[in-house]
């Protein structure tokens, strides 16, 4: 027998929701009526999810966060348009997370991300799986972040960029060009500074693909983002899927490499 819902008597539950086995709903919590929660995912006191939104299982929603806010673009349509998340997601104190502007868009996130306090993921954004958004950190809508990357803590991340995979933009930079995958950015405006070597050791990477990866960032460093690209693409001497990688960010980058 599935195991029922718990809702504290202060919480707020609109007619509509859509609660899954487990679900725990605390004190002066809410829950707007077009939302959908899986199996086990709970909202502490004063947490807030509402809009258009449907969860996964076992996310957590911490209190003071706002997921499935209205987008602040000011050129929001009155739709009522998409947030999904997968499972496993963290948002912490005071997060928002904000449904897309207009009939047809999509604001997406994958799973087992952490979106740390006060951290802003805005309309449009689409993000892997595994991502830490630091404290503080903003990501501007239409932004991209593929797995595995990391935001420093009071990071601001311009409208349509994008960030490759295992790559991490460092503290308090202002990121407004592409993070290429593997790679580490930082200041303002954020450059390339090196590759992301704990990141790949974290994620147990081989040995042949670190060299893989110090071998593009030391090509990146010296040929420049162009011309580096192409010889990347063409050395045979770095693994076929981390040069696939950066072929497939080059065809999506629209706003050049940091």
Not at 24 to 46: E, K, R
Not at 158 to 172: D, E, M, N, S, V
Not at 192 to 197: F, G, I, K, Q, V
Request: a neutral charge.
């Amino acid at each position: 027998m599935a195991e029922p819902a718990k809702i504290h008597p202060l919480a707020i539950v609109e007619p509509g929701a859509r609660l899954g086995a487990g679900v725990c709903i605390g004190p002066h919590g809410y829950v707007g009526g077009d939302v959908v929660l899986g199996d086990g995912c709970t909202v502490h006191h004063h947490g807030t999810v509402q809009g258009n939104s449907t969860l996964g299982r076992d996310n957590e929603i911490y209190p003071y966060a706002l997921i499935g806010g209205r987008t602040q673009d000011l050129k929001y349509d009155g739709s009522n348009p998409p947030l999904s998340i997968g499972d496993r997601n963290v948002f912490r104190e005071f997060s928002t997370v904000h449904c897309p502007s207009s009939e047809g868009g999509r604001t997406r996130i994958g799973n087992d991300n952490h979106i740390l306090a006060y951290g802003h993921v805005a309309h449009e954004c689409i993000l892997g799986d595994g991502i830490v958004i630091s404290s503080k950190a903003v990501l501007g809508g239409h932004v991209e972040v593929d797995s595995h990357a990391i935001v420093g803590g009071a990071a601001a991340v311009h409208q349509f960029c994008k960030i490759g995979t295992h790559a991490f933009l460092g503290g308090l930079s202002a990121l407004v060009q592409d993070l290429l995958p593997y790679m580490i950015a930082e200041g303002n405006r954020a450059r390339l500074r090196s590759y992301n070597l704990v990141g790949l050791q974290r994620h147990h990477f081989s040995e042949e693909d670190v060299q893989g990866v110090r071998r593009m960032f030391r090509t990146l460093y010296a040929d420049g983002r162009a011309k580096g690209l192409e010889k990347i693409l063409n050395d045979e001497a770095i693994s076929p899927h981390l040069r696939w990688e950066m072929a497939r960010f080059q065809e999506r980058s629209v706003r050049g490499m940091a």
